[in-house]
């Protein structure tokens, strides 16, 4: 079975340009978490859609970051000028909405010049 | 200015040997928990979650243990083998909820 995907694997940018992460979840899943990784604060989670729809964004940096869930099979988070500070690993996740356990993906590194 | 990380406590373990990795949570309201292994370059995996109405889970190979009373958890992996070396975090939720707080990892090393 395919788990979850994302892409890129890597991404690296320079100040001030637009980011933007894709993630597949993991079919017949109805949750999907974005989660951001860095050494100094650990595993972040940023947002979280419940069929499709945002339900809670409260770990959302700042307006230059958003997410969106077109449809049930894929989800976009965007950065908006980036940030050095943005650098970080970005993880994404899927679960049943009837069960806790969360599939992560294997992350996209991203590294803003 | 320097970059200050966050330390992780680390365990150091020769192969073959059982690992015990803790973790304490904080809120008392969690009833479910769940242990990932997370290898370098890679994003968390499961690996065995408990419900609060249970003290004790088995794997294969790995046990988690609940204690409720001082709010700890535990994960212990018989004969420890260099394919363990990881970082392990403890997450937990409340209420069936989707939203799980996950703790700040251990790191393990398997000594050979």
């Known amino acids: 079975d395919a788990g979850v995907i994302q892409s890129p694997r890597h991404e690296v940018t320079e100040m001030g340009q637009e980011v933007t992460l894709r993630c597949k979840p993991i079919?017949?899943?109805?949750?999907l978490f974005w989660y951001r990784q860095t050494m100094m604060r650990g595993l972040e989670l940023l947002i979280y859609?419940?069929?499709?729809?945002?339900?809670?964004d409260s770990g959302m940096p700042e307006d230059r970051f958003s997410a969106k869930m077109p449809n049930a099979s894929f989800s976009t988070l965007k950065i908006q000028p980036s940030e050095p500070r943005d650098s970080a690993v970005y993880f994404c996740?899927?679960?049943?909405?009837?069960?806790?356990?969360?599939?992560f993906g294997p992350g996209t590194r991203l590294l803003v010049l | 200015g320097e970059n200050v990380g966050l330390h992780l406590p680390t365990l150091s373990v020769q192969e073959g040997d059982n690992s015990i990795i803790n973790c304490a949570y904080s809120?008392?309201?969690?009833?479910?928990f769940i242990w990932y292994k997370q290898e370098s370059g890679k994003g968390p995996q499961f690996i065995i979650d408990?419900?609060?109405?249970?003290d004790k889970r088995q794997g294969q190979r790995v046990t988690v243990l609940l204690n409720k009373t001082v709010k700890h958890l535990s994960l212990q992996i018989a004969a420890t083998q260099p394919g363990d070396s990881a970082v392990y975090f403890c997450?937990?939720?409340?209420?069936?909820?989707?939203?799980?707080?996950f703790g700040t990892g251990t790191q393990l090393k398997v000594e050979l």
């Open positions: 408990i419900r609060s109405n249970m």
């Open positions: 997450a937990e939720t409340t209420g069936g909820g989707n939203k799980l707080t």
């Open positions: 859609f419940n069929n499709n729809v945002p339900i809670d």
């Open positions: 809120n008392s309201a969690s009833d479910y």
């Open positions: 079919s017949g899943h109805n949750s």
């Open positions: 996740a899927s679960g049943r909405g009837d069960q806790e356990t969360q599939y």
